[in-house]
């Protein structure tokens, strides 16, 4: 039923998906997990294209067998193969207007922020001190804060914002945050891909 169920939702099938997670018996995590897939899916639904979502029909005649699975073509997750899931990526990028290009990538971390939680004010101050220095920081160096979850900030470098050399900028602004930070008596960890 999992497998059904996954590939269900790998091509959009929100109704056989949602009569399945709701007919079969599933551990509850999984249940759970599969429920709030669901729930996502139909959010996103409306903003793919149709192209995107009639795709399997085109490739299968219009039906859909769980089993099939082309010759040479690798699975992937959700029940999709490989190809299919690299056509409905490329798809999506065409026909949303999306661009592909080269980015860099940082996240960072506080260190010791969990021993200053029992002290509301003094983790208030030296997480305001840290997102400041953060954010100044990214965007001197032509990058964007994306994401922050408690002191776990993620900031990217020509995604949002254009910069040539975005290797270089955040490599560097990795370097002065550092600086910035330990002026300030704060340790942080981070990592950079690009």
């Known amino acids: 039923a999992a497998e059904w169920i996954a ?8 109704d056989s998906a949602e009569t399945a997670i709701t007919t079969s018996p599933l551990p509850p995590p999984l249940h ?20 995107v979502l009639q795709q399997d029909e085109r490739e299968t005649g219009g039906t859909v067998d769980s089993t099939e699975q082309k010759p040479g ?48 004010a003094a983790y208030t101050a030296r997480f305001t001190e840290y997102i400041t220095a953060m954010t100044e920081v990214v965007s001197t160096h032509k990058g964007v804060v994306g994401v922050v979850v408690g002191d776990h900030v993620h900031a990217s470098f020509n995604a949002v914002r254009k910069c040539a050399s975005h290797a270089r900028n955040s490599v560097e602004a990795v370097l ?12 942080v960890v981070t990592g950079v891909s690009s």
Do not use: W
Not at 7 to 14: P, T
Not at 79 to 91: A, D, K, N, R, V
Not at 176 to 187: A, E, P, Y
């Open 73 to 120: 073509s690798r699975q992937g997750s959700c029940g999709s193969t490989l190809s299919e899931q690299i056509f409905m990526t490329e798809h999506v990028i065409k026909d949303l207007g999306l661009e592909e290009k080269k980015v860099s990538y940082t996240v960072t971390n506080m260190l010791g922020s969990h021993e200053l939680v029992s002290d509301i």
């Open 7 to 14: 590939h269900c939702l790998s091509r959009f099938d929100l």
């Open 32 to 51: 759970d997990a599969f429920t709030n897939i669901l729930q996502n899916l139909h959010s996103y639904k409306p903003y793919l294209p149709q192209s």
């Open 176 to 187: 002065t945050l550092h600086m910035s930070l330990q002026s300030k008596g704060i340790n």
